[in-house]
């Protein structure tokens, strides 16, 4: 049989999730400051996102962007002409090779030539 939650609990975790949010701690020290265990913390955040899941999406802080992860398929490098290189992770000869010609370049312009 599933427990009911009483709107007093839930108003009381979102209150807390909210000041969560605002505090910039890791999830361990802020439970430690609120009295709380972090499976607490990882349970009703669970249970608040799914009540409410157009509430609870992640916003990034003014100034960063989103970013989707990719599994990663070679290095890339962007340079200020927009040049792109992309050498796939599965040719480490080609890497080395775009990595020495690199260096080589920019100790050419006066840059620093070491990684």
């Known amino acids: 049989m599933a427990r009911s939650v009483s709107g007093r609990k839930t108003l009381e975790w979102q209150r807390r999730l909210r000041r969560f949010h605002k ?66 992770l599965s040719d480490a000869e080609g890497l080395r090779v775009a990595i020495e010609t690199l260096a080589r370049v920019d100790a050419q312009r006066g840059g620093n030539a070491s990684c």
């Open 23 to 88: 505090s910039r701690q890791s999830v361990v020290a802020f439970c430690r400051q609120e009295g709380v265990s972090p499976p607490s913390f990882y349970v009703w955040r669970k249970r608040l996102q799914e009540a409410c899941p157009e509430r609870s999406a992640v916003k990034p802080p003014a100034g960063f962007r989103s970013v989707r992860i990719v599994p990663a398929a070679g290095v890339s490098v962007q340079l200020p002409g927009g040049t792109q290189l992309l050498v796939p």
